[in-house]
Each structure stands twice: as structure tokens, then as C-alpha cells.
């Protein structure tokens, strides 16, 4: 973020519901972590995809993947599984869980062309009220959303639809292009009723569908939502947050659950742990929770978080097992995530 922040590259705008939206330009980010694991000297195998899991009791030693060069095996000690599918544990055999309900994702997209200052005045409430009394014309069913342009950027981040992501291949390629669709409807409806802002703006990017929840681990701890307004602090927590349950679980808007600005929740261990797994650590919006619980704590900052604990959590096992890690020198090594105040 200091790097970003220096390049003027990332942004921090007060967002609703008490909240802050760190807002980033996307291709210098994707450059900085690039170069990152690059000065690392990380060995990266990109455009590969994973085909089988070697499993042997509790412990993956291999994964074979497929590229378009032919397929690769990859030997290790431990696995993180970042997939936001539980991709690996699922096709290692390892129980997971689904959704009982649809959770929608979204279809970001990256506006430009637009009128700064009259963006800027528009009134959120009443855009809600036109996408309400209006949306339905466009094909929109989304009914909540923002759009948020830092000043002087001349780009805008849109976030105000909700897509199906469903598991299947083929029904997933399907969904991909519905998304983009939906999109350029939005787009239609933000030109034509709001043209003093936005009747110029035009669409610089597509995201990739963003997914919320699909499947994820069924882990040594199921955070339940409970856990999370209590701000109840876990003799294995790696990370806390304080972003509100942002559920996305009907079609039309969002369930929020604010809290005070002294409120602080916290990230197990064992919801990233695989209940049957030695060598295993999930890591985002894949570890084990309650859909409420998980719509807190899978956002960006939280999920950075767990990546860290994931890292040091294989790192300190080593050849052992993670179900008997040394939590004092795991917290030692996290102290940045759980106790840093500057």
C-alpha cells in the first residue's frame, strides 16, 4: 500500500455504512505484485490449472496440473489452497461445504469518460430509488451499489450487480458473458438517467466475475456470526477486521450489519484448517465460517491477512503436521495483523 500510495496509484474514499474503501489502479497493482514474486525469486507456473491432488492419509504431497505445454507435477511440503472454491481440498477428498442459498457475486467494471463533479453530487439514496422504480426496464435486478471515483482520477470502480456463480464449467463460461451483459445494461441505464454525469461515460474494463461464496472447507473451527459480533478474540487468531456482514443473499440488494467504531472481530487458525489435513491451509473466502460470518471476514484486507498466516502457519510446521503449530511463535511472526496500532 505505501508503494501504490507513493505512485498515486491507490486511494482511500470513505465508503457507507461506516466503512473505507481502499481503492487501487488495477494494472499497477497487478505490476507490483509481479514484481514482487519476481524479486522474491519465487518459481511461478502461470496459465495452469489443476487436474489431480496426491493425497496420502493426511497430508498432499503432490498436485498435478495441466498447462498448455503439457502437464506438471508440483512436489511440496504444504499447500495453501487460494483458490475461493476450496479447489484443492475439494479435489483432494477433503469435506466441504455449499451454500443451502444462492450468494450472488458481482460484475465489476472500471468507468471513464464521465463528469467528475456531477458524479460526485449524486445522491445515493436516490440512485437506489431509480434503480428500484427503473432497474427492472434496463434487465437490472440489483437495487444497492456504488460508484466510487477518487478525485482527479478520471476513473470510476462500479459495483451494482449481482450475478449467479455457480460451480459448473459450463454453466460458469455461460455466466461469465451473462455478467458482462448485465454490465453493459447498467451502463445503459446510468448514460440515459443520469446523462449530465455519466451520459459519456464509457466502460475502460471488465473484472472477472467476482465471487463471494461458492464452497468452501469444512475446517477445525466453523465461525458462526455470533463469534463475529461479539468480537471474540481466539486463543489461534491470525488477523482481525472491523468491515461490516455485508451478506449478498437476495438478487435485488444487500443485508448489512454495521458495527460501532470500536468494534474489532478476529480470524482463527482452525477456520483455515482442513479438519482432516497435516499439510493443508485455506486462505480467503474459502476458509470454514457461517455465510454471515464469511461475508465479514472474506473481504480483501482479511484475506491478505490470512495469506500471511497461511505462509508462516507451513513455514513453522515443515515436515510436521498444522494441527501442532508453536501459536506463540505463529503470533510473534503475525504480531503486524493482530496487535500493530501505528
Known amino acids: 500500500m505505501y508503494d501504490l500510495g507513493e505512485a498515486g496509484s491507490l486511494h482511500r474514499v470513505s465508503g457507507p455504512r461506516n466503512t473505507t474503501v481502499v481503492q487501487y489502479n488495477e494494472t499497477a497493482l497487478a505490476r507490483w505484485i509481479e514484481e514482487a514474486v519476481r524479486k522474491a525469486q519465487i518459481q511461478v507456473l502461470l496459465g495452469a490449472v489443476l487436474l489431480r491432488v496426491r493425497r496420502d492419509g493426511g497430508r498432499i504431497s503432490g498436485i498435478d496440473l495441466a498447462t498448455r505445454y503439457g502437464e506438471v507435477t508440483v512436489a511440496g511440503q504444504g499447500f495453501v489452497d487460494a483458490s475461493g472454491d476450496a479447489a484443492l481440498t475439494f479435489m483432494a477428498g477433503f469435506p466441504c461445504r455449499e451454500p443451502v442459498r444462492t450468494i450472488f457475486g458481482t460484475q465489476m467494471i472500471v468507468l471513464e469518460g464521465f463528469n467528475e463533479a ?13 434503480l428500484t422504480t427503473k432497474g427492472e426496464a434496463y434487465g437490472l435486478k440489483r437495487h444497492d451499489g456504488f460508484l466510487s471515483a477518487p478525485p482527479g482520477q478520471g476513473v470510476a470502480l462500479v459495483n451494482m450487480t449481482h450475478i449467479e ?20 445494461r447498467l451502463l445503459a441505464f446510468l448514460q440515459a438517467e443520469y446523462p449530465g454525469a455519466l451520459g459519456r461515460a464509457r466502460i475502460r474494463s471488465y473484472g472477472l466475475p467476482g465471487a463471494r461464496q461458492t464452497r ?3 475446517g477445525r473451527h466453523h465461525l458462526v456470526a455470533d463469534e463475529v459480533r461479539q468480537g471474540v478474540r481466539f486463543a489461534d487468531a491470525v488477523g482481525r477486521c472491523s468491515w461490516p ?6 438478487p435485488d440488494d444487500v443485508d448489512w450489519e454495521v458495527f460501532s467504531d470500536d468494534h474489532m472481530h478476529w480470524i482463527p487458525l482452525g477456520m483455515m484448517l482442513p479438519a482432516d489435513a497435516e499439510n493443508l491451509v485455506a486462505a480467503g473466502r474459502c476458509a470454514d465460517g457461517d455465510p454471515a460470518a464469511l461475508a465479514s471476514v472474506r473481504v480483501m484486507g482479511p484475506c491478505i491477512a490470512m495469506g500471511a498466516a ?3 502457519a507451513l513455514d513453522l510446521a515443515g515436515s510436521g503436521s498444522v494441527k501442532q503449530l508453536d501459536m506463540a511463535a505463529l503470533r510473534a511472526r503475525l504480531r503486524d495483523n493482530l496487535e500493530r496500532t501505528d
Request: without cysteine; glycine residues 2%.
Open 118 to 130: 456531477a458524479l460526485a453530487a449524486l445522491d445515493r439514496v436516490e440512485l437506489k430509488g431509480r
Open 165 to 184: 456463480t455457480p460451480l459448473d464449467a459450463v454453466a460458469a463460461s455461460r455466466q461469465q458473458l451473462e455478467a458482462r451483459a448485465e454490465a453493459d
Open 216 to 218: 468452501w472447507i469444512v
Open 245 to 250: 456482514i455485508e451478506l449478498h443473499q437476495r
Open 310 to 312: 497461511a505462509a508462516h
